[in-house]
């Protein structure tokens, strides 16, 4: 079946969604005015849809879903946690911490202390820490749910770290951020710099075969990182070392990798081709590709989402689906339209 197939097929799929609620016996919370949810629906995730500035419930099921009203809207940046629930929202006047989505007016508390303006937030897989990166402040947040307050630590990026400040990936559970560091042109002489910033150490330079595009924390504490000329290297112990190990080369992305995923378990790792649109598959043992999905749309992340599944793109336009990737029980894509 083509991605037009696909496609057909789940607007068809919501269209029957919708007429089965709209049979179905009415039933909403009172409406609020704005940051209020705004219906209920048998959805239990949500994502942040940010060409619309909003939070938007995921409804149906894998493989016959799609994005439904806001549910929040006037929110300036928001990352929702990996349990599909949970959130931290950005507003133009504060930062939220929210437990349950559904109910946000009970669930959701202010973190005194954080940074501003994060722009970039990573989640450790249960879903209580979180990393905030902030490119105007130029810091890095380690931020932890502790009973009913948070315990905040903040580490600011080293002064050679010059021009557009990007953070490739966090390791939330063992307080690790990979932060990028392009100068500008202007004062550019030595490329980009690539830092591991961790508390209670100084900042560590990552010595790396050839210039990072991407990179990716597995669970079992070992860093990912892919080249510009698609290598694939590795730091074991990133908490006490620097210096990256090549593994191998992608033969088939010939820009690097735009994002990569590491699924230390099985021994597996995901790499992001955004000009073929691409999903590629590697056995971390014999470094031989065993799967290449296409995704139809460009991949660009790797975002965790509910078991076994990742978001893999921002929805950049109001026609873009969502891209889904599952990783088991069998690797696939799903897309979930964007609605109208």
């Not at 929202?89 to 989505?101: G, Q, S, T």
């Not at 892919?226 to 992305?253: K, M, Q, Y």
């Amino acid at each position: 079946m083509n991605i037009s197939e696909k496609l057909n097929l789940y607007s068809l799929s919501r269209a029957i969604f919708v007429i089965a609620l709209a049979m179905a016996p009415a039933w909403s919370p009172s409406r609020l005015p704005a940051q209020s949810i705004a219906v209920g629906s048998p959805s239990t995730s949500y994502i942040f849809d940010a060409g619309r500035s909003s939070i938007r419930p995921l409804i149906g099921f894998a493989g016959s879903s799609f994005l439904g009203d806001a549910a929040l809207t006037g929110v300036q940046f928001a990352s929702v946690a990996p349990n599909g629930t949970s959130a931290v929202i950005v507003w133009p006047d504060r930062v939220e911490w929210v437990a349950d989505l559904s109910k946000y007016w009970e669930s959701s508390s202010l973190i005194g202390g954080s940074l501003a303006a994060p722009n970039q937030i990573f989640w450790d897989r249960t879903s209580s820490t979180a990393v905030f990166s902030s490119a105007s402040e130029r810091q890095v947040q380690f931020v932890q749910r502790t009973g009913g307050g948070f315990t905040l630590r903040t580490l600011a990026v080293p002064d050679s770290c010059t021009g557009t400040l990007k953070t490739l990936d966090a390791d939330a559970a063992n307080a690790l951020a990979a932060v990028l560091c392009t100068p500008d042109q202007q004062v550019a002489t030595g490329g980009q710099n690539l830092f591991l910033l961790q508390p209670n150490a100084a900042p560590a330079l990552v010595q790396l075969p050839s210039a990072p595009v991407s990179a990716a924390f597995a669970l079992n504490g070992a860093f990912y990182v892919a080249g510009v000329d698609s290598a694939i290297s590795v730091i074991r112990t990133p908490a006490s070392s620097s210096t990256a190990e090549l593994l191998f080369t992608e033969t088939e992305n010939s820009t690097g990798a735009a994002a990569l995923l590491v699924r230390s378990t099985e021994q597996l790792l995901y790499s992001a081709d955004s000009g073929q649109r691409r999903i590629r598959v590697y056995d971390l043992n014999s470094f031989q590709k065993v799967d290449d999905l296409d995704a139809g749309w460009a991949p660009t992340q790797f975002q965790p989402f509910l078991a076994n599944s990742f978001l893999l793109n921002t929805g950049g336009t109001s026609s873009e689906p969502r891209l889904l990737l599952r990783t088991a029980p069998q690797r696939s894509v799903l897309f979930v339209p964007a609605g109208e």
